[in-house]
């Protein structure tokens, strides 16, 4: 996991200084309407939606439209869309597997753009259940260095059932049961160690190794997937060694 991890947060920092910031936001608002839907309005009764707004916030999305999709969540203002999750199964360049997570209001629009994104990327659709089978659901909480020692984190989060800790470059990845997730980021919390996100990701179980042909392959599908307007989250279980990625960054 930990290429993947690396590359996706680098590239979020990223994301936020760049032309992608408006669909970055989209995204983020889009998250945060879902959670008030499915758990209410109140922060404080609904982790989901907390996390929802913390990632949010970290990424600069004004307070008001945070606000106003709360409320288009939980009823208390009109325009709410009708959002439905679905999970696309593929795999990229050179056997990469890969989940793609959507919320749209629109299923054959979603499919459509991701086969579209997949065919022309070297990437192709697969059965479902082919590739799912790879990835199990936890909980991942990314923490910024600042200063930071691996024990620190450790020690804040093992009895909050923590399972690892994993050193990111910039950050650590705290990973754990998603039942966990809140315990962990309260944990954090408690210590005064501040997070960047907190939420339910996708791991795989089997990583593939990438040289530098290949990682550029699968970071450009994953660019373009990503940059379709209903895709959320992609996930996928290449590995990517520290060598490769400064040739890449480079």
Known sequence: MSGHSKWATTKHKKAVIDAKRGK?????????????RTGGGDPAGNPTLYDAIVKAKKSSVPSDNIDRAVKRGSGLEAGGA?????????YGPNGVALLIECLTDNRNRAATEVRTALTRNGGSF????????????????????AGLAEDDVLLAVLDAGAEE???LGEAFEVVSEPTDLVPVRTALQDAGID??????????????????????????????????????????NFDVSDDVMALIDA
């Open 24 to 36: 970055m936001f989209a995204k983020l608002i889009k998250n945060v309407e879902v959670a008030a």
């Open 165 to 167: 800790v994993n050193d």
């Open 126 to 145: 697969a059965d479902a259940g082919s590739v799912s089978y790879m990835f199990t659901r936890k909980g991942v909480v990314i923490v910024p260095k």
């Open 195 to 236: 997070y960047e996100s907190a939420e339910s990701s996708l791991v795989p179980s089997v990583n593939v190794p990438l040289d530098e042909e290949g990682a550029r392959k699968i970071f450009k599908l994953i660019d373009v997937l990503e940059d379709c307007d209903d895709v959320q989250n992609v996930y996928a």
């Open 82 to 90: 009708e959002y439905q999750t679905i999970m696309y199964e593929g």
